[in-house]
């Protein structure tokens, strides 16, 4: 299984990104997909994730900026970034929660993709 994340670069503050990440491999099912992100000298922490029916969830500096979402059939997940700060640069990873076989599970990271915010 591998996920490939895109997407990512310099804006100015206030501007926009969106970010794309597409599983493949031997993939039956993939349960959560999510975007975490990682400062210089922060830990690694979840930005947003999105169930296989949709449910999502925000880490609180990012909702009603940041929207994720996914298309269940090409395992690809997305996060539009919006009125991007400063405070949004990081390196962004991308996520999967799946299911390679009826019983098998794994969780697999993306190779990050840098976001950088200019003020």
């Known amino acids: 299984v591998q996920l490939q994340a895109s997407g990512g670069g310099l804006v100015q503050a206030g501007g926009s990104l969106r970010l794309s990440c597409a599983a493949s491999g031997s993939i039956r099912i993939i349960n959560i997909m999510g975007w975490y992100r990682q400062a210089p000298g922060k830990q690694r922490e979840l930005v947003a994730s999105?169930?296989?029916?949709?449910?999502?969830n925000y880490t609180d500096s990012v909702k009603a900026r940041f929207t994720i979402s996914r298309d269940n059939a090409k395992n690809t997940v997305n996060l539009q970034m919006n009125s991007l700060k400063t405070e949004d640069t990081a390196v962004y990873y991308c996520n999967a929660d799946l299911m390679t076989g009826w019983v098998a599970r794994g969780v697999y990271w993306g190779q990050g993709t840098q976001v950088t915010v200019s003020s």
């Open positions: 999105i169930t296989s029916s949709g449910i999502t």
